[in-house]
């Protein structure tokens, strides 16, 4: 057998330079023929890599063979050197266009392995390196053409996919990636397909979802309350005419269930909110393609690209005025979350109903998305006209991703199908193999080892046993895919997320506790590689602090071990604790009424006064009671957390400008106000930040003032939301000069769900550059909640790293 020999280089490719000189070491050495292995690490499996190499290695006229091993692909080759370093080169720069080679490992092989001529092994199952699980690849354009050709055996076949594209992370059970070891297992291939799956020079050669009528899953439709049973192309017709006919369906997507109506239809629409208890939320709405998205909302080019990308995300845009759409779609807004289908049952469906349809994750309320076809039936059975499925199983939960477009980037603000789990790298190696838990809201977790995380898929919100359930499974699930099994645990300092609640399961020992605002700015820094001190700015709804008090206004001087806080927003009674969270106009009281007597020296606890006589004049809308009861909690200091929220002053001043006094999801205020605000440069509202006891804290008693004043005074909100949002990204520059002053740091992360707010990112980014300062804002990793886990874990990572 071969032999490894000490003339081992590894090849990084994203350095050209290094490529070549690497390979200049093993070339330089005199014989014309060699044996080689190479090692290609990355995302190399499940995107047709090992046919690429048999191609190459074949058209090179080289010897040996390629197969998967753990996560990644090993080659032995032998031949001509000239020819052994051609393919090295071709490995990276000529990879398919859904690979990522992130490095290949050459070795001079002692002897020349007795292969005959290339060929594809079997998978060896004792791989060392870490595993990748390979993410869903949206339909490609070669099986929509096949889709859509009357001549083709899969015309019109729901299932058709290939070596570029078809779904991976979701059907697969284990790695290596192969049929076997998928929900594919239950579906042995017929004569035809085996000859495609075999035959190199075919672009199904080892697609390992490989399918046909012949031989693959099939659709069926159950009539919960529409028509009978049917199965194959007479089940999607019956699912097309009850869409056609303002019917609501159940649809088993790739990765959960789905429900589907027509989004021109306002009745349908609204039975579906009702059904779902989603009142004003906006709605996903996909379209047949680019054309019929363009009807709907006014797309830039960054958007398009997202849109027919095969990561296929929903892409958060602006509505096109006069589309065709239900109003109930995105009631008070001009958001609208639009996506191309993905599959190629969704382009089936899209191109016979032939309208935009709502899709929508099949779940009540805050419930994970139903995966398993039962469960799926007890939960959706009595909303749903009827359910279009198949046989081929979903064996992990993938929601579909959610993106939008500032200053010209792609920012995640969901992470799910076509993005997880692709790993990223972190700053600083790992220690040991750890599990990050996250928060709460837009809850994912991450799983570390080395300089790789794992980052999960979108989870939902953590706060009832289904979801939680939903978690505990997808831990465990995907600590095996990726083999990473946890030995330290590190979770929010938040007692009572169920996030914390699982962590104190584990020993004392192994838990590590992270802030949250620090995971914030951290997740930010890891994203971009930044492992030196930093100052961090985190604007969000609350977290807990490290001083037992709720955070969501915070400056800090951090690196990835550690941090201080050196400035925060002024402190408000949140009046009744979470009912607060829920109604602005309680915040809007509570900042009135109480904001400063928390925070200040009593004898400056003076203006309030006048700010709740202005504030009973402003808010006469609000019922009495409410003003009484706000008032007692705040005057006996009852129920009344204190905490420094930007996200709970978004909402007092969405509330004091009569846009929302009341939310029923997390933003929502804060997303009226940036939606109302005049995109004219309206300059700001006073502020200011003093020093109390050596922190920095913006008092927003002038802003607010300043506030009651311009309603009182009937300026139109849409000026007063530009000031107030221009306000911040002031205050945020003043906060940052003066950091700079005290450390000399330069670099800022930003992070925190208000930094979802497009016109405070793009002004503070610009703001910052502008004043010579280097800022990072998560793009990839989502800035909100959901980018929490991410930040923990490469702290985490940074604390144990072996020194
Ligand atoms: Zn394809
Ligand atoms: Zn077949
Ligand atoms: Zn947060």
Redesign the pocket.
């Known amino acids: 057998m071969a032999e490894r020999c000490a003339h081992e280089c590894v090849v990084r490719m994203n350095d050209d330079e290094g490529l070549a000189g690497a390979l200049a070491v093993v070339v330089g050495r005199p014989a014309d023929e060699a044996a080689w292995r190479l090692d290609v690490r990355g995302t190399v499996q499940g995107v047709g890599f090992r046919p690429f190499v048999y191609r190459v290695a074949t058209e090179l006229g080289l010897n040996g063979s390629v197969r998967n091993a753990g996560g990644h692909v090993l080659i032995e080759a032998a031949g001509d050197r000239a020819a052994l370093t051609e393919l090295a080169r071709r490995l990276a720069a000529d990879a398919p266009p859904l690979a990522r080679v992130r490095e290949v490992v050459v070795a001079e092989l002692a002897a020349v392995p007795r292969h005959g001529p290339f060929r594809i092994e079997r998978s060896n199952e004792t791989g060392t390196v870490a595993n990748e699980v390979p993410p869903d690849i949206a339909?490609?354009a070669?099986?929509l053409a096949e889709l859509t050709d009357p001549t083709d055996r899969r015309y019109r076949y729901p299932f058709i996919?290939?070596t570029?594209?078809?779904p991976r992370a979701t059907i697969i059970d284990e790695l290596p990636y192969d049929r076997s070891r998928t929900a594919m297992r239950g579906f042995p291939m017929c004569a035809e397909c085996r000859r495609e799956y075999e035959d190199p020079w075919n672009r199904r050669f080892h697609a390992e979802p490989i399918a046909c009528p012949a031989c693959g899953p099939a659709l069926s439709w159950s009539g919960a309350r529409l028509g009978s049973d049917a199965h194959g192309d007479r089940a999607l017709a019956v699912a097309v005419a009850a869409l056609r006919h303002g019917g609501l369906i159940a649809l088993k997507g790739l990765g959960g269930y789905q429900l589907v109506c027509d989004a021109t239809n306002h009745d349908v629409v609204q039975r579906l909110r009702e059904a779902k208890h989603r009142a004003v939320k906006p709605l996903a709405v996909m379209v047949a393609d680019l054309h019929a998205a363009r009807a709907l909302a006014v797309l830039n080019g960054a958007e398009r690209m997202l849109l027919s990308s095969s990561c296929a995300p929903i892409v958060l845009a602006q509505s096109r005025a006069g589309s065709p759409l239900a109003a109930a779609i995105n009631p008070g807004t001009r958001r609208l979350g639009v996506f191309l289908p993905n599959t190629p049952l969704h382009h089936l469906l899209m191109t016979d109903v032939g309208r935009p349809l709502v899709v929508t994750s099949g779940n009540l309320a805050d419930e994970p998305m139903a995966i398993d076809d039962d469960a799926a039936g007890l939960a959706l059975s009595d909303i749903v006209d009827g359910f279009l499925t198949h046989d081929r199983p979903i064996r992990n939960r993938y929601d579909d991703s959610v993106i939008h477009v500032v200053e010209g980037e792609p920012r995640m603000i969901r992470r799910a199908r076509g993005y997880a789990p692709a790993p990223r790298a972190l700053p600083v190696a790992s220690g040991v193999p750890l599990l990050a838990v996250g928060a709460e809201l837009k809850h994912t977790f991450t799983l570390a080892a080395d300089g790789r995380a794992v980052v999960s898929p979108h989870i939902g919100d953590l706060e009832n046993a289904e979801a939680y359930g939903a978690f505990t499974t997808s831990v465990r699930r995907l600590s095996a895919l990726v083999g990473i099994t946890p030995q330290v645990v590190v979770h929010d300092y938040h007692p009572s997320y169920l996030s914390t609640q699982y962590a104190r399961g584990w020993d004392v020992g192994k838990r590590m506790e992270v802030q949250h605002h620090h995971a914030h700015v951290a997740a930010s820094a890891a994203e971009f590689g930044v492992d030196r001190p930093f100052i961090g700015v985190a604007y969000d709804g609350l977290g807990m602090g490290d001083d037992g008090t709720l955070w969501g206004g915070e400056v800090l001087i951090a690196d990835l071990q550690r941090y201080r806080r050196i400035g925060r927003f002024s402190l408000a009674p949140l009046p009744g604790g979470a009912v607060a969270v829920k109604r602005p106009v309680r915040m809007a009281l509570a900042y009135l009424l109480g904001g400063e007597t928390f925070d200040l020296p009593a004898e400056r606890r003076n203006g309030s006064g006048e700010l709740w006589g202005a504030a009973r004049e402003v808010l006469a809308r609000v019922d009495e009671r409410e003003f009484a009861v706000v008032g007692k909690l705040i005057a006996a200091r009852l129920n009344c957390p204190p905490a420094s929220s930007a996200g709970r002053l978004f909402d007092a001043v969405a509330s004091l400008l009569g846009l929302r006094d009341e939310t029923t999801f997390e933003g929502e205020a804060a997303i009226a106000l940036e939606e109302v605000a005049s995109a004219d440069d309206c300059g700001e509202l006073p502020w200011t930040l003093r020093n109390v006891q050596g922190l920095w804290v913006y008092d927003v008693r002038p802003t607010l003032s300043a506030v009651v004043d311009s309603v009182r005074g009937e300026v139109p909100a849409s000026v007063t939301a530009a000031r107030f949002q221009a306000t911040v990204v002031a205050v945020t520059a003043a906060f940052c000069d003066a950091a700079r002053t005290s450390t000399g740091i330069n670099e800022v992360c930003l992070g925190g769900g208000v930094f979802q707010n497009r016109k405070v990112a793009d002004d503070v980014r610009s703001t910052l550059s502008a004043d010579g300062f280097d800022v990072y804002l998560g793009r990839e990793i989502p800035v909100n909640d959901g980018g929490i886990s991410f930040g923990q874990a490469a702290i985490a990572a940074a604390r144990t790293a072996r020194r």
């Open positions: 339909v490609c070669d099986c996919n290939c570029n594209c078809g």
